[in-house]
């Protein structure tokens, strides 16, 4: 029998308890510091305790999860944590396409594909001197916002790109990587596409609340002008939006756009969760900054469904029982190897 595993952080309960409610066995990959945490939560079968996640490489670890016919979820500390060769050597078969992680981790790549899929995407900027806009400054990888920063200048740029330098956060401006601002609502999209029947589901919507940007907005404005901070973006929360009914088409073929270009891009493409992110501006057109080529913590929002898995599902579908749902459906028609990599 199959059984889900996963790393004991990010989104872990909701995948869990999901895998539970589809009658497959739950384990966690889970560092000591944090089991006492886990245990409160009676879905999870079997822990697997580790002093740092990287351990799910070793040997001894992938024979545990190899005997007990685990699947791996992938999520945003996997990604966090382990760099792209770490990942692609996982020898435990990984829920998803493991190979697309890399494009979501690295700037160049990622932008190669959602141009590939038509997203609007807005400029980046490849030097600090071609600065006439405003932009924001972001770090490579998931770096969840932090140490991120506003500037309309190549001047203003230098000072805050020399604060975090100075802070130890970047070490250069290669660590950087420039984008025009784009202004508007910002809505991450999250999406499932099933290798098995084809068909792209859209999941919900979810907004990110972002310390200490957020607090901005707070503070009236002649305080922020003699106040030297330079706010982050640090995600702490998520809370749920339902979009216009409008706008639904065009997030459909976005979604499918989406799986198009990495198919062809990425063999064998987008498979499993994913979210696109960005922002719709005053025409109600949506400006794509970023993907997530894997399940992504704001569908946490939505563990008994959402307003739109609710229309497709009779039953309460998070986005974790919905991963397991597709692990039974592949193990019971023998093919496993359509869904993971
Ligand atoms: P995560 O891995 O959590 O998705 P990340 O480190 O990959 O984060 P982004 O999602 O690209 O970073 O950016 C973090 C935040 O910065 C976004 O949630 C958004 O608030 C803001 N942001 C990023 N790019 C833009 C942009 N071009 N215009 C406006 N806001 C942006």
Redesign the pocket.
């Known amino acids: 029998m199959t059984s889900i595993a996963t790393l004991g952080s990010h989104c872990a309960l909701q995948v869990l308890k999901g895998a539970k409610d589809e009658g497959l066995k739950t384990l966690l990959v889970c560092e000591k510091r944090r089991e006492s945490l886990y245990r409160r939560f009676n879905f999870i079968d079997e822990f697997i305790l580790v002093d740092s996640f990287v351990d799910v490489l070793d040997q001894k670890i992938s024979s545990v999860l190899e005997q007990n016919n685990s699947i791996l979820i992938p999520h ?1 500390t996997l990604i966090a944590q382990m760099n792209t060769e770490q990942i692609e050597s996982i020898k435990t078969p990984v829920f998803g396409n493991k190979m697309i992680l890399k494009w979501e981790a690295d700037r160049k790549l990622k932008e190669q594909l959602m141009h590939e899929a038509k997203l609007d995407v ?1 400029k980046s900027i490849a030097s600090p001197s071609e600065i006439n806009t405003l932009v ?1 400054a ?2 490579h990888g ?4 932090k140490g ?1 920063f506003l500037a309309t200048s190549e001047q203003e740029y230098n000072k805050k790109r020399d604060k975090l330098i100075e802070q130890g956060i970047i070490n250069s401006d290669s660590d950087l990587y420039i ?5 508007g609502v ?1 809505a991450y999209l999250q999406y499932f596409y099933s290798p098995l029947n084809e068909k792209l589901e859209f999941f919900g919507v979810d907004k ?1 609340h ?1 310390s200490d940007i957020e607090a901005l907005a707070r503070i009236p404005a002649e305080v922020q002008m003699n106040s030297d901070k330079v706010p982050s ?1 640090n ?1 702490i929360a998520n809370s749920p939006l339902v979009l216009r009914e409008s706008l639904l088409d065009e997030v459909y073929s976005m979604g499918e756009r989406f799986v198009e270009a990495s198919k062809k891009l990425v063999s064998p493409g987008m498979n499993g969760p994913f979210c696109i ?1 960005g ?1 719709y501006d005053e025409n109600a057109t949506f400006k794509t ?2 993907f ?1 080529a894997r399940i992504v913590a704001g569908t946490n929002l939505y563990i008994d469904g959402s307003p739109y898995s609710t229309l497709l599902y009779d039953e309460p579908m998070s986005m974790g029982r919905r991963i397991a749902r597709e692990v039974k459906l592949a193990s019971e028609g023998n093919q496993l190897d359509k869904i993971t990599t």
């Open positions: 945003g807005p924001i972001k770090r998931a770096a969840g916002g991120y984008q025009e601002y784009a202004s910002l990110r972002e973006f995600v992110e922002v900054f970023e997530s």
